[in-house]
């Protein structure tokens, strides 16, 4: 039983759910976009309840303390009540992915956009897609 009370990062953001697959938990960790106490963490880093952690996931970044360990992973529902997302409302992004955000649309049969063109269109979108 001792051995059951351990339980590693990757599996641990697999099983609440933040992640599809355990394999992109790992390579999140690899990748560095898993921090406690703004450390980078390895995959086999042991979590405890009461950790808070940043997870940058895409555009998204939360920050989650852990309330119950998850040792398998469950429906969403259950999921969601073994850790609280603390993420500051600052933070949050106002679209949910890049698919959400505004599209910037040119009339039809203007062809190709110039380098002026793309000059304004990089003016409009500075910011709106750049990590902080």
Same mark, same amino acid.
């Given at each position: 039983m001792?051995?059951?009370?351990?339980?590693?990062?990757?599996k641990?953001?697999?099983?609440?759910?933040l992640f599809?697959?355990?394999?992109?938990?790992?390579?999140?960790?690899?990748?560095?976009?898993v921090?406690?106490?703004?450390?980078?963490?390895?995959?086999?880093?042991?979590?405890?309840?009461?950790d *808070?952690?940043?997870?940058?996931?895409?555009?998204?970044? @939360?920050v +989650?303390e852990?309330? /119950?360990?998850? %040792?398998?992973? *469950?429906?969403a529902?259950?999921?969601v009540t073994?850790? @609280?997302? +603390?993420?500051?409302? /600052?933070?949050? %992004?106002?679209?949910k992915?890049?698919?959400?955000?505004?599209?910037?649309?040119?009339?039809?049969?203007t062809?190709?956009?110039?380098?002026?063109?793309?000059?304004?269109?990089?003016?409009?979108?500075?910011?709106?897609?750049?990590?902080?």
């Amino acid at each position: 039983m001792a051995e059951q009370e351990k339980l590693r990062i990757d599996k641990y953001l697999w099983a609440i759910r933040l992640f599809k697959t355990r394999s992109l938990a790992t390579e999140a960790c690899k990748a560095g976009r898993v921090k406690f106490n703004g450390q980078n963490l390895k995959a086999s880093a042991v979590v405890k309840p009461g950790d *808070v952690y940043q997870v940058s996931k895409g555009i998204e970044k @939360k920050v +989650i303390e852990v309330v /119950e360990l998850l %040792y398998n992973r *469950v429906e969403a529902k259950i999921a969601v009540t073994k850790y @609280k997302d +603390i993420t500051p409302e /600052e933070e949050t %992004y106002g679209f949910k992915s890049v698919f959400h955000a505004p599209a910037l649309k040119r009339d039809r049969g203007t062809g190709r956009p110039t380098k002026k063109d793309r000059r304004e269109i990089d003016d409009l979108t500075e910011g709106l897609f750049e990590e902080k």
